[in-house]
């Protein structure tokens, strides 16, 4: 699954929830912030284990004050049931390019669903116990976690039980609630549903610090075959190569829909029209991450990603090591003449090294490996392809560039099915 980013300016003078893109003709995207949350006292001592903090969120889901709901609603009678998705948990996740992380809840509004995605352990045709939390349950559920100090921010993703559009007026009801009602400026991501309306979208990206979309396939062909009632990236539940999906992700950034991606290599999910494909590798979910990276922030063009002679990228190089061994007209670069362009060319310089290379080495000439791991490259990757006052550290096997033609490392693997994806809740 390829998750686009996305996200416009808040237009209000009175909050400051970050930024983000829709998908339609929204401005750009320039990463994310987290706002300061206004005082809620005091943090409460939080339990040690992870499955009583949920059991009691499970609890305060049904009931207006900390403590054991005594009547649970019937919507919410399977909530705590190993069969159903768990509609929470915690997880740090990084803030943008910085190193800041923060902890956020991860709420599921509902597991129920009248979409029937061959791929989905939601889809509407799978026996599992289905459960609804309410706009006002779920506010009421973070508000008392964060006030216990067990998180920072808000994820919130759901199933689309009915009409989307009455599945978005619950998610822009949320956010009303925790920004108008009880005044929490801190980070709330959202996941737009299919089939919203412009309106709606307009609002979820007033409201909340970040929006993304789920695209599933490349190209509607294939998407058809895995969700028919779509119109709208799971990585290897279609044939659909690695080449087509960096192809639509190159698009999306060309058109400024989207400011980055993500990936979910595709999961085999028990009792589904798809529960016999093979799992895909994580390591095609890292490789499409790499490859991805390269589009954004090292300045490489679609058409230089290396792939195979299916259009797959190789499992066993990084994108930017294929790229290099594809190309030793390019190199060694000389490391004290060369420009920050051809530097981000080099495996194991990124851009801030790069950047730092070109700053610093005016007053401070490098003479070795050490001083370039002072700058922060990576010497085991990058001695191969430079120099440094024209001497050479280390000989690259060019021969190795072949590796990259073999077989992937799924084959002969035993075949896993899942009761969940591991995209639920990216």
Known sequence: MCHGWCGRRA??????????????????????????????????????????????????????????????????????????????????????????????????????????????PMRRDREMPRTLLKPGELVRVFLAAHRRGWCQGLFITTGIPGRPAHVMDDLIQVLELLRFKHGFRGYVHVKA???????????????????????????????????????????????????????????????????????????????????AVPETPVARERRLYQADYLLRRYGFAPDEVVFDDRGNLPLGLDPKVAWALTHPERFPVEVRTASRQELLRVPGIGPGTARRIVTERPATVPRDLRDLRRLGVVTTRAAGFLTIGGRRFADVRWAEQMKFWGPDEDVGRYHAVYEVSPGTFR
Request: hydrophobic letters at 40%; one cysteine or more; a positive charge.
């Open 11 to 120: 237009a209000t003078k009175t909050r400051s929830h970050g930024v983000f893109l829709g998908a339609l003709d929204f401005r750009f995207f320039f990463g994310y912030a987290l706002a300061r949350s206004p005082s809620v006292g005091a943090p409460m001592r939080a339990p040690t284990d992870l499955d009583t903090r949920l059991k009691l969120l499970i609890a305060l889901a049904a009931d207006d004050h900390d403590g054991r709901a005594e009547r649970r609603p019937p919507r919410l009678r399977h909530i705590g049931e190993g069969g159903a998705l768990q509609p929470f948990n915690f997880r740090e996740v990084r803030l943008g390019t910085s190193n800041a992380y923060t902890s956020l809840l991860r709420v599921l509004m509902t597991n129920a669903c009248s979409f029937n995605c061959h791929y989905c």
């Open 193 to 275: 549903v299919p089939g919203a309306e412009r309106a709606q979208l307009e609002q979820l990206t007033q409201l909340a610090s970040r929006v993304s979309l789920n695209l599933e396939t490349p190209c509607g062909q294939t998407l058809a075959q895995i969700a028919p009632e779509k119109n709208l990236f799971i990585v290897g539940a279609t044939p659909d190569s690695d080449r087509a999906i960096l192809g639509r992700v190159s698009e999306l950034y060309g058109r400024r829909g989207i400011h980055h991606t993500h990936f979910s290599a595709f999961r085999p999910i028990r009792d589904t029209p798809l529960e």
